[in-house]
């Protein structure tokens, strides 16, 4: 449920900021407290070690530069452009299936919520920045996107998806996952979920999207079927 988790994603980010104030030192402010740390084997504001550990809570998140696209232009943005904020990084499967896009859309729409604790919110999966573009193009009726407020990363290589031990290999996509790191780029949270929602899918053969509850539209999970749920959302 998209709306619990960015309720949830808010409390644990306003907890962490009250902890985050509340333990600083006498005498140091919260911008020297906030200033990037030597990690790894460079002075970059994320760990970029050559050697592999997996991302954990409490360890520095895989650093990452890639393109993106954000406000409708490509741009190439990397985590050290986070620093000071906090960020929310969550892993979608592919672009252009049948659930993906609720979540995406759920999370673009209550991105104030997010700005508001001082978070940034960024999507990642293996489709090239060009794929992300035709689908914010698409009508939302259609299984498009549509505008975006949020920043809509490229994984084109797969490589930050295996950093943070989301990729599944054989067939080349990311698991959902999701990552919370606080303004010195720790993770203070991450979870990974397998792909099929459980048991509605097990028993029904449908998909649910974002804010699904038992008694609303479920998507059938084929190109032409699946327009039957998103014009009735997006009307």
């Not at 508001?116 to 573009?133: G, P, R, T, Y």
Request: charged content about 15%.
């Amino acid at each position: 449920n998209a709306a619990a988790m960015t309720a949830a994603v808010g409390r644990l980010l306003r907890a962490s900021v009250a902890r985050h104030v509340s333990a600083l030192p006498w005498g140091i402010s919260a911008t020297a407290a906030l200033r990037p740390a030597v990690c790894g084997r460079t002075s970059k504001f994320f760990s970029t070690s050559s050697s592999y550990h997996a991302p954990a809570v409490t360890q520095h998140a895989p650093y990452f530069k890639d393109t993106a696209l954000v406000n409708g232009e490509f741009k190439d943005p990397s985590l050290d452009d986070f620093k000071g904020k906090y960020l929310v990084l969550f892993f979608y499967p592919l672009d252009f299936t049948f659930v993906c896009p609720t979540e995406i859309i759920a999370f673009s729409d209550k991105v104030n919520k997010f700005h508001d604790v001082n978070c940034e919110v960024v999507a990642i999966s293996v489709d090239s920045h060009f794929s992300h573009l035709v689908w914010i193009n698409t009508p939302r009726k259609n299984g498009g996107l549509g505008h975006m407020n949020i920043t809509l990363l490229s994984d084109l290589t797969k490589q930050i998806s295996r950093d943070c031990s989301v990729l599944l290999e054989g067939p080349g996509l990311a698991l959902r996952g999701l990552f919370i790191t606080d303004p010195n780029g720790i993770i203070k949270h991450l979870s990974v979920n397998d792909l099929p929602a459980f048991q509605y899918v097990e028993t029904h053969g449908e998909v649910c999207p974002a804010n699904w509850t038992p008694d609303s539209p479920t998507i059938k999970p084929s190109p032409a079927a699946s327009k039957e749920y998103f014009q009735k959302v997006n009307q």
